[in-house]
């Protein structure tokens, strides 16, 4: 299985402050790789897909990058409503595994 | 717009086989673009990937689980399906079936998820 290793496990941050999280597979997967948000006591939502590509809906303020094995999911501006759990999650061979999350709180 | 509801008992004992099916609304479940699946999540933990099915009945298992997993698939009733064998309580978690985009591993539909306890 792909190892998905992702830091910090767990951040605070000041509404408007720029956060980045980092995960790094433990082997190359291209660019096969999607961010999720979890919000308390609901289901994952899709973020990013293929590593930099924003899904329809969600704010500019979320971005991705990255390629092979290091990838960045990035905030640009936290607000209020974006404190939740962020996974990634490799599709580049099955089974599919996720980051073990980073939970990200307002400071 | 998709919506995925599971549905089972929040309850089993150990050694027991775990049942959970998900119905899916909307006219995607047969269209052929997507599998379907389930995830779980234990407690304050992270997400772990159980299986596909596609409407063909083809099969994809996480091998952690292989042994123990079948997932099937009702396409009569828009309903599939999620058997887990032997359980104990490291399988107490969070459930939730989810649609997969072929091709693209993208998760972009989820139920709310249902919890599952295993205990005596």
């Known amino acids: 299985d792909i190892q998905m290793t992702q830091s910090p496990s767990s951040l605070s941050a000041s509404v408007g402050d720029r956060v980045t999280i980092t995960c790094q597979a433990s082997q190359d997967i291209t660019n096969y790789l999607n961010w999720y948000q979890q919000k308390p006591g609901k289901a994952p939502k899709l973020l990013i897909h293929d590593a930099s590509n924003l899904e329809t809906g969600v704010p500019s303020r979320f971005s991705g990058s990255g390629s092979g094995t290091d990838f960045t999911f990035t905030i640009s501006s936290l607000q209020p409503e974006d404190i939740a759990t962020y996974y990634c999650?490799?599709?580049?061979?099955?089974?599919?595994?996720f980051g073990q999350g980073t939970k990200v709180e307002i400071k | 717009q998709v919506q995925l509801q599971e549905s089972g008992p929040g309850l089993v004992k150990p050694s027991q086989t775990l049942s959970l099916t998900c119905t899916v609304s909307?006219?995607?479940?047969?269209?052929?673009?997507?599998?379907w699946s389930w995830i779980r999540q234990p407690a304050g933990k992270g997400l772990e990937w159980i299986g596909r099915i596609y409407t063909s009945g083809s099969t994809n298992y996480n091998p952690s689980l292989k042994s123990r997993v079948t997932i099937s698939v009702d396409t009569s009733r828009n309903q599939f399906s999620l058997k887990l064998s032997s359980v104990t309580a490291a399988d107490t978690a969070i459930y939730y079936c989810?649609?997969?985009?072929?091709?693209?591993?993208?998760?972009?539909?989820w139920g709310q998820g249902t919890l599952v306890t295993v205990s005596s």
């Open positions: 989810a649609r997969e985009v072929r091709v693209t591993g993208i998760h972009d539909y």
């Open positions: 999650q490799q599709y580049n061979n099955l089974p599919w595994t």
């Open positions: 909307g006219d995607s479940f047969s269209s052929g673009s997507y599998y």
